[in-house]
Nanobody, 123 residues
Framework: QVQLVESGGGLVQAGGSLRLSCAAS????????MGWFRQAPEKEREFVAA????????YYADSVKGRFTISRDNAKNTVYLQMNSLKPEDTAVYYC????????????????WGQGTQVTVSS
């Protein structure tokens, strides 16, 4: 069982930055691939970024490539999402997810999900 708690969301002006954190419980964090997803009002949940268990392989949605960076610290059981050059269209609830399989993570099939943190970008 893995519990995920996101933090770091908030209100920021367009062009600003935020860093989201996702703290995971359990001693097997390093065995899980981690993903960040987001869901805006009245829209489907969409993939943002993912990272493999080692932190070597990362994947990004085209809409955030070059602006967002996913990273992890296995010693701290935490995955991060650094978000720069934020745009109003980045406004959403951001969720982290964990699964042993990278393919399942990329297909929105992660076993574990956090409760989400709100990110609002004003124009």
């Amino acid at each position: 069982q893995v519990q995920l708690v996101e933090s770091g969301g908030g209100l920021v002006q367009a062009g600003g930055s935020l860093r989201l954190s996702c703290a995971a419980s359990g001693r097997t964090f390093s065995r899980y691939c981690m993903g960040w997803f987001r869901q805006a009002p009245e829209k489907e949940r969409e993939f943002v970024a993912a990272i493999d268990w080692s932190g070597v392989m990362t994947y990004y949605a085209d809409s955030v490539k070059g602006r967002f960076t996913i990273s992890r610290d296995n010693a701290k059981n935490t995955v991060y999402l650094q978000m720069n050059s934020l745009k109003p269209e980045d406004t959403a609830v951001y969720y982290c997810a964990a699964d042993p399989s990278l393919s399942r993570t990329l297909q929105y099939q992660s076993d574990y999900w956090g409760q989400g943190t709100q990110v609002t970008v004003s124009s």
